[in-house]
């Protein structure tokens, strides 16, 4: 399975965040994998949410007003979408897969990852 992250590396906070998750080697459309953002900062890493392969969704509770987080089976692709970004949402920005069993909020449950894409957010 390979993921590739992509979007635009500056932001303003006035705009909307979006990124695009690029899988390969696996499909969204099956049952092995649960798909999730996850981001590193310089206060660590955290996960932001999560599609499960059931269809539904798990957003971190800080986000769920601003976080929007979708996928394009007929693309095999994963979106993330934070509205008003703030200076602090500037972090490198993972997508990661993990079999549908295992936690949603620990990184060792993830056996997929992406490089990582730096996002900026300006004002």
């Known amino acids: 399975v390979q993921l590739r992250e992509s979007g635009p590396g500056l932001v303003e906070s006035s705009q909307t965040l979006s990124l695009t998750c690029t899988v390969s080697g696996a499909s969204l459309s099956g049952s092995d994998y649960d798909w999730s953002w996850i981001r590193q900062s310089g206060k660590g890493q955290k996960w932001l949410g999560t599609i499960l392969h059931s269809g539904g969704y798990r957003i971190d509770t800080p986000f769920q007003r601003r976080l929007t987080i979708s996928k394009d089976t007929s693309k095999n692709m994963v979106y993330l979408q934070l509205e008003s970004p703030k200076l602090e949402d500037t972090a490198v920005y993972y997508c990661?897969?993990?079999?549908?069993?295992?936690?949603?909020?620990?990184?060792?449950?993830?056996?997929?990852w992406g490089q990582g894409t730096q996002v900026t957010v300006s004002s």
């Open positions: 990661a897969a993990k079999a549908n069993a295992l936690p949603v909020r620990s990184a060792s449950s993830y056996d997929y």
